[in-house]
């Protein structure tokens, strides 16, 4: 019992305070990443080029957060003279065209569906299912109960059966077996329903793109309304798309 | 010990024409004498030669030994005699359409066609939609009643498959059927554009980035003659250090969770977001992802990064060891730890389990000791095994490794040694060549095995995740347990499903 006690007396209060205040990211976390309009086109060559994810467009000098794994190799090897990945982990949107990006994002906030914030701006359960990928994705959204995050705060909660959510939040790239699991599951979540695309998998097929056992992009099959981009999202990016978009 | 296999290291370049290519007969007869011996299999895989289906086998002892032979399109199984082939057979028919006369249960791994277009093995028609459509093992009887769990779960967890037969409370079997992950990405691998290659490895499962990163990188390496230098290697030593301690932790959390005691399960699951970030300290990203790449690291320990770690950790340690104490001094933890969901090491030896779930039932084995790469040659890594083989087990190798792991971190923090980032890769690898890569990563021994062809291109990329070996170690556990303690011992492996799936 003491030891218990003592416990809890030296963990402490450790909740953030997202959203008044954010919370410091270290140095070398790559969020939004910001494109210098000046760079020599040779330089942007050579970035498009070595960019493991083919994730830059040389025309438009933009770069597609949906496909892009955050690496930082362009960043790097164009000694931030292309691109400078900021610690803003704001990046979701609601329109896949959105995350081609020079660094300008619209305001989530506005072009949130309002029609869901009305109904679930005070109370939003959503299913979850893992298609495919690699678990991090899994990871960072099941950090979000823990006590620095404590989504429950939000009234946003992670529920077990689909006849219990308002939506669903996909992650990985929809593998061929995972198909029927995850339409079923949609299927079962009663109308209106919201469906969230996490991580470059679930946007794009992300580092598996080219694979003949998945889905590039969870757009293709299901209506999607919110994209949250990374590889996986920082908790925080994830948090971030969730309140602005429903509350 | 068989002088007819070629003995190679951990990493190093093999000329292909070097290793024996036995006769079938022959080869069968060395490995079933090698594995009878004690040895383990590491690596067992068929692949494409010009027009020749070939296999290729990495066996260990104290050493690691490699041989292959011609592929026969079936042969008597070794899992009949020799329990440990029984997951590689059924790969290798799956991938390859070799059937193993008399295997004891024939079934698909992954559920896809197989690379040659041959007629499935198991009968699938993969035009159709198959995951699911297979008819499970059944235990017949008047009060025998069946549990189907997934593939989608009730938590934030990777699908898969249960079906457990049970009597009443208690489990008479358990099958687990896996592959609703798969992505193909052993074939991904020599497909792919090079530049690809280390973002393939780090997203084989997201919780072992480093432990695939470093085999990948290892192997490239070898095929490329590349040395990371000292710098880069401690880096990368103290990156799968934290990825253990991130995941032990959480683990730890979890198990407290499954047995109702709250306080530690939230504890834990705060402090392992702290370790985590202690990644995204290093590199930018809370897995690792984007540190380790072939030749060394891409981003070097300045002063202020290794002053903070060192902070850092100075702060979580103690924090760490009171949360460990709270959580192991309490008898309610004890009473439903022990004695839950025993793998003899008997069973383990058979089923060749690997890591902490091997060490707990009594396998010393841990490749940071026997096959030490990086920095961990220079390192005195203990003996970890537990004689219980429980739950508690388990656990109490996660506590032992997660004060090992930050005893190391602190160790190598304060060695300032001069590194340099990587970011040109050089992928000119060694024509007609092979290499075999293990590492210690969190779950046990990771090991990529590559080929290369006479142009210097991939021909064959292997890529074995621990818990290739350990499912059906769960699924043992299981075995006359009540089926309420499902969720503390699939806990206590955590197995990896993608990791698996591939």
């Given amino acids: 019992m003491f030891t218990t006690l003592k416990n809890r007396f030296e963990q402490g209060y450790r909740t953030c305070n997202y959203p008044k205040e954010k919370p410091a990211v270290f140095e070398r976390y790559r969020g939004r990443p910001i494109i210098h309009k000046d760079v020599s086109p040779e330089m942007l060559e050579t970035c498009a080029k070595a960019c493991p994810q083919d994730a830059i467009d040389i025309g438009q ?182 309140l602005t978009f429903f509350k | 010990m068989s002088n007819t296999f070629l003995e190679v290291l951990n990493g190093e370049l093999i000329e292909r024409e070097k290793i024996p290519h036995l006769p079938f007969i022959e080869f069968r007869k060395n490995v079933l004498n090698i594995v009878k011996d004690g040895g383990k299999v590491v690596q067992y895989f068929a692949y494409q030669d010009g027009a020749a289906i070939k296999l290729m086998i990495v066996l260990r002892s104290n050493i690691l030994l490699v041989a292959g032979c011609d592929a026969p399109e079936s042969y008597p199984s070794l899992s009949k005699t020799c329990e440990p082939f029984h997951m590689f057979e059924r790969e290798i028919a799956e991938q390859f359409g070799i059937r193993p006369e008399g295997h004891p249960w024939l079934k698909m791994v992954r559920y896809h066609s197989n690379y040659r277009n041959l007629p499935d093995v198991f009968g699938n028609d993969y035009t159709e939609d198959i995951p699911g459509n297979y008819n499970y093992y059944q235990v017949d009887g008047e009060e025998i009643h069946e549990v189907a769990v997934g593939p989608v779960h009730a938590g934030v967890i990777e699908p898969g498959h249960f079906r457990f037969n049970c009597i009443g409370e208690r489990v008479l079997h358990l099958e687990i059927q896996l592959g609703y992950q798969h992505r193909a990405v052993e074939n991904l691998f020599h497909d792919v554009e090079a530049k690809r290659l280390p973002i393939l490895a780090e997203n084989i499962a997201g919780d072992t980035s480093i432990g695939h990163g470093l085999c990948m990188a290892q192997a490239v390496e070898a095929l490329t003659s590349v040395q990371p230098d000292t710098g880069a290697k401690i880096i990368r030593t103290i990156a799968l250090e934290l990825e253990r301690l991130a995941n032990h932790i959480g683990d730890l959390g979890a198990l407290s969770g499954d047995v109702a005691f709250l306080p530690p399960a939230n504890y834990f699951g705060r402090i392992r977001g702290d370790f985590l970030n202690l990644a995204l300290l290093l590199c930018g990203n809370r897995f690792g992802k984007g540190l380790v790449r072939p030749g060394g690291v891409r981003f070097p320990l300045d002063d202020d990064i290794r002053k903070t770690l060192d902070e850092r950790i100075k702060e979580l340690k103690p924090q760490v060891e009171h949360v460990l104490d709270l959580l192991f001094s309490a008898s309610t933890v004890r009473a439903r730890f022990e004695d839950c969901g025993i793998v003899s090491n008997y069973d383990a030896e058979k089923l060749g389990l690997v890591g902490p779930a091997g060490r707990a039932s009594g396998m010393a084995y841990d490749v940071r000791r026997c096959f030490p790469t990086e920095h961990y040659g220079q390192l005195d890594i203990f003996e970890n095994k537990k004689t219980t083989c429980d739950v508690y087990a388990r656990a109490r190798v996660r506590y032992d490794e997660i004060l090992q792991s930050i005893n190391i971190i602190q160790s190598l923090i304060n060695e300032p040694v001069e590194t340099r980032g990587v970011n040109e890769i050089s992928y000119n690898l060694q024509p007609s060549s092979f290499v075999v890569t293990l590492n210690e990563g969190w779950r046990g021994e990771v090991s990529h095995a590559v080929l290369t062809d006479k142009n210097g291109k991939i021909l064959r990329y292997k890529v074995k995740d621990p818990s290739f070996h350990n499912w059906n170690g769960l699924a043992m556990a299981l075995r006359d347990t009540g089926i309420s303690d499902f969720p503390l011992n699939n806990k206590s492996f955590n197995l990896s499903y993608c990791g698996f799936d591939l």
């Fill in chain 1, 61 to 242: 000098k933009k770069i597609d957060m949906g496909r892009c794994v955050f690496c930082g190799t362009c960043e790097q090897i164009s000694n931030g003279k292309f691109v400078t990945f900021t610690g803003d982990f704001e990046i979701s949107t609601s329109e896949k065209n959105h995350l081609l990006t020079n660094g300008d994002l619209p305001s989530l906030a506005e072009h949130s569906k309002q029609h869901f914030k009305k109904l679930f701006g005070r109370s939003l359960q959503l299913r979850q299912v893992s298609a495919g990928g690699c678990n991090a994705c899994e990871a960072d959204l099941n950090v979000l109960a823990t006590p620095f995050f404590d989504l429950a705060r939000f009234g946003i909660n992670f529920v077990a059966s689909p006849r219990h959510s308002d939506g669903i939040v996909v992650t990985g790239p929809v593998s061929k077996n995972m198909k029927t699991a995850l339409l079923k599951t949609y299927e079962a979540i009663p109308d209106p329903k919201v469906v969230i695309a996490v991580g470059s998998c679930t946007i794009t097929g992300g580092p598996f793109r080219g694979s003949p056992e998945i889905t590039e992009g969870l757009d293709s099959i299901l209506p999607v309304d919110l994209f949250i981009p990374g590889c996986p999202p920082h908790p925080l990016t994830n948090l971030h798309g969730l």
